[in-house]
T-cell receptor
């Protein structure tokens, strides 16, 4: 079945560091990818919708200059958390839509980000 | 009001028990509905889609009531491996995209 690979799975870094997370669709082309964030015991919150070759659409309250999204190809989207601070520590998950699949979205394994 | 509301639980049940989860959603324009399962520190995995006619997959039965904006999941003959958080999810077309809106999840703990 369709697989979405997310890397890295775990990041621990100092405050002020910028962190890049990659999301790849391995066996299908994804014109649309989604980035979510999940804080402990809370629901997955959609941060932005990433479209290949165009600017991402950010959800209300998500700073586009803080969370940079690039979707340069049909199989790769990246999320860069710029100048990360402890409050950015969270579980970040990407997903991709496969137009021909039976699932609404295929999820990556997630990235656990801890900012010290 | 949250777009998708669920009882957070936890539901602590013995093996073999039947357990039911409920969910309500606020946007009547929601188009499709799902139950996902999420294990601790893992990504969510699709459990099943939910249809108005009701659908069953083995021990799992899902039901949708569009008039009441209510979704349910019934698990029969609970197994230890069913322990997880169950996420109620609606698909909404908004801003030109189909978006998944997640509930916060209901925790299930099945004990021997």
């Amino acid at each position: 079945g369709a697989v979405v690979s997310q890397h890295p799975s775990r990041v621990i870094c100092k405050s002020g560091t910028s962190v890049k997370i990659e999301c790849r669709s391995l066996d299908f082309q994804a014109t649309t990818m989604f980035w979510y964030r999940q804080f402990p015991k809370q629901s997955l919150m959609l941060m932005a919708t990433s479209n290949e070759g165009s600017k991402a659409t950010y959800e209300q309250g998500v700073e586009k200059d803080k969370f940079l999204i690039n979707h340069a190809s049909l199989t790769l989207s990246t999320l860069t958390v710029t100048s990360a601070h402890p409050e950015d520590s969270s579980f970040y998950i990407c997903s991709a839509r496969d137009s021909y699949g039976d699932q609404p979205q295929h999820f990556g394994d997630g990235t656990r980000l801890s900012i010290l | 009001r949250k777009e998708v509301e669920q009882d957070p639980g936890p539901f602590n049940v013995p093996e073999g028990a039947t357990v039911a989860f409920n969910c309500t959603y606020s946007n009547s324009a929601s188009q499709s509905f799902f139950w996902y399962r999420q294990d601790c520190r893992k990504e969510p995995k699709l459990l099943m889609s939910v249809y108005s006619s009701g659908n069953e997959d083995g021990r799992f039965t899902a039901q949708l009531n569009r008039a009441s904006q209510y979704i349910s999941l019934l698990i029969r003959d609970s197994k230890l491996s069913d322990s997880a958080t169950y996420l109620c999810v609606v698909n909404l077309f908004s801003g030109g995209y189909n978006k998944l809106i997640f509930g916060a999840g209901t925790r299930l703990a099945v004990h021997p």
